[in-house]
């Protein structure tokens, strides 16, 4: 087997498999969707999850007005949609101007219509990386309420034969999910 360097600037693309995720906010009149890669669960009861947010973007702005996060899990047909949102900055563009939405049921938040699975999520805290020279932070969130399409829900687990996921492979090239593997 031939090994292959890889930049340490894209090494995050060897592990990062989770579904790309758009996350939206909103603060007063102000809203905003990201494309995000880097969330993940950390515990089942009650659930929690944490993104990672540069400091920089306008949903950190929002979301350190609010505490709140909207995460909605886009399917392989929303593969441009994830794209557009996640290369351009919602300070510059109205993004939800042109997108299908619909209220959160727990927090004030919009959230993506067409997608496989919802999220709604309150910040618990941030831990600290005052040690570090970080330009994002990592932020614990508690989900409060979560939904996902009845055609991707079967025996109280995602199911994804109809309807397939994004996984960001870098550069706007993903991949959808592919074969279910069971392995008992």
């Known amino acids: ?29 102000r809203s905003n969707v990201m494309a995000a890669q880097w969330v993940m669960p950390t515990d089942y009861e009650p659930m929690k999850l944490v993104i990672v947010l540069d400091r920089t973007t306008y949903t950190h702005e929002l979301f350190t007005e609010t505490g709140v996060l909207g995460f909605s899990v886009p399917a392989r047909e929303q593969a441009e949609l994830a794209w557009r949102v996640g290369s351009s900055s919602g300070r510059d563009i109205a993004k939800l101007a042109s997108i299908d939405t619909f209220q959160a049921t727990t927090i004030d938040v919009p959230m993506v219509e067409g997608c496989i699975a919802w999220l709604e999520a309150r910040a618990l805290r941030s831990p600290s990386l005052d040690q570090v020279a970080v330009d994002h932070e990592l932020v614990v969130m508690e989900v409060l309420a979560a939904y996902v399409d009845a ?34």
């Open 1 to 29: 087997m031939q090994r292959v360097p890889v930049s340490p600037r894209h090494a995050y693309r060897l592990i990062n498999h989770g579904p790309t995720t758009l996350v939206t906010s909103r603060a007063g009149t």
């Open 151 to 184: 055609r991707c829900w079967r025996d109280e687990r995602i199911e994804l034969e109809e309807r397939q996921t994004l996984h960001h492979l870098g550069g706007g090239v993903f991949r959808a999910s592919g074969d279910l593997v069971d392995a008992r």
